[in-house]
Every structure is written in C-alpha cells, then in structure tokens.
C-alpha cells in the first residue's frame, strides 16, 4: 500500500499487509514504511510529525534515514532536503493534538457524499434496507453506498454521544 499525505493527519493501524513489510506513506518531508504497527502522521507548514505507536517505523528523506522502534516515539522531518531527527517522547499536547485532529465531529459525513444531509433531512432513508424503500431516497443511489451510510452513520452517532457511567445495582 502507498499513500501520499500532502496535508493534514493520518493514522495508519496495521494488518496482515503491515506485516508483510508493503506500507509506505509519503509526505512532501518523508517516506514512511510501516512495518507491524500504528502510527500518526501529520503534515504541515512545520514539516511532518511522526508518532510510532507500535511496530517499526522507517522514515527516509533525501539525507538519510531514521528508524523507530520504540512506542510512544515521535520524529519530526522538517523537509525533504533534512535528515529526520532523533526521535523523542511524545508530549501530552502532541497526543491531544493528534486525538483532537483524528476524532470525529457530529455532522460529519466520513467521505461519503450525501450523508450529512440524510443524517439532517431525511435520516429514513439512511436506514431503508430494501431497494424499493430506496428508490425515494436522494443521494443514495445503490444498496453499497446506503450500506456504507448506514455505518458511518451509527458509528459517528455513538461516537459523539456524551457518555454517563454505568450504574451499579446492587441486590441485597
């Protein structure tokens, strides 16, 4: 798998294809292989900010290369023409920064064109389970995509739902 980041963040929660040694993410300061792992990545005006939750990481530039192995490590790539640096300990900032920039919001529609607006207007037609029932849904034209809608949908909903504690009955 190769992907390019050219803005923003991305976190990358490897599998069987991690594994295998085929994940690079390549940002305009560095190339990221991810080896059996999790990471974050962001890139910005500052350059680009590599955290290493788990695996391996190898970040290579045009004037060398670092590795990362250990969890809760980050580096920072100024540019394509630097060296990556050591890397360091993440600070508690780095680590809301980045749960702040990868959380979703209410409204949201995680890529899927339409589903904010079913999410608002017309949340029946997001949960239609049938073709027919679909035919007078707008934006949602096949059973793929209301399937897909229907996810993101719940799972964005459960995810901004304030959370209360569980409540403790006891019998006696």
């Not at 992907?3 to 923003?8: C, I, Q, V, Y």
Request: with cysteine; proline share 6%; net charge positive.
């Amino acid at each position: 798998m190769v992907t390019r980041l050219t803005a923003g963040a991305v976190q990358y929660i490897g599998g069987q294809l991690s594994h295998q040694g085929a994940v690079t993410i390549s940002t305009p300061a560095v190339a990221v292989g991810i080896r059996g792992g999790t990471a974050t990545i962001t890139h910005g005006g500052n350059g680009t900010h590599v955290t290493n939750q788990y695996g391996t990481l190898t970040l290579t530039t045009a004037a060398g290369t670092t590795v990362v192995t250990r969890p809760g490590f980050t580096v920072t790539i100024a540019n394509w023409r630097t060296p990556p640096g050591s890397p360091t300990q993440v600070t508690a900032a780095e680590v809301d920064r980045n749960i702040k920039n990868l959380s979703s919001k209410f409204g949201q529609n995680g890529g899927v064109p339409g589903l904010k607006h079913l999410a608002t207007a017309n949340l029946s037609c997001a949960t239609h389970a049938n073709a027919a029932a679909m035919s007078s849904c707008p934006n949602v034209p096949s059973l793929g995509e209301n399937a897909a809608a229907q996810i993101i949908l719940q799972s964005t909903q459960r995810a901004t739902l304030p959370t209360t504690p569980p409540r403790v009955i006891r019998g006696d």
